[in-house]
């Protein structure tokens, strides 16, 4: 039953005006592998706190780059800030998959994916709420070929955040 937990997280110091002088930024992702006779189940979550930052990567803070590593079941989780210039956000990944070998030919694998990334800052952008599946049987014809077939779902909803004084208002 593998298990695998990555933490990344630091505190940055600047001095750019109109931004704190002081921001943590934080990244947890955790996974879960569980093999039971026939069935096989996979669960991972990835969740970040990003502070102002108009980069990418794991920090999110221009310089750092890509502080930790990402394990294999993981994943990266929800694409950060593409719509934003600069904002705080938080953002989280759940994923999960389950697969039946029926023979040792034939399997049926069905996986779910739900995404949020949700902007918290003082220059707001497009929240995000990202909802997926699909499902499907893969038959093995031999060592390096296989056939199958799937059904996919997927569902999108973006919201936009507007600040006017303290107040906040979705459309």
Known sequence: YPFSLVYSGGLTFGNVPGTSTTEFYQNLAASQVVHARNWVFVATDSFSYLPDSPTTGLSGVAGVGDVGVFTGQTGIGP???????SSSRISNGLQGSVTWQTTPSLDF????????????????????????????????LDARNSIGASAYYSRQTRSEERRVGKECRSR
């Open 79 to 85: 694409a950060q800030g593409i719509l934003t210039n």
């Open 109 to 140: 694998e069905g996986s779910a994916t739900w995404q949020i990334l949700h902007f918290t800052g003082s220059n707001p952008g497009y929240n995000s709420n990202d909802i997926s599946a699909t499902f499907g049987p893969n038959y093995r």
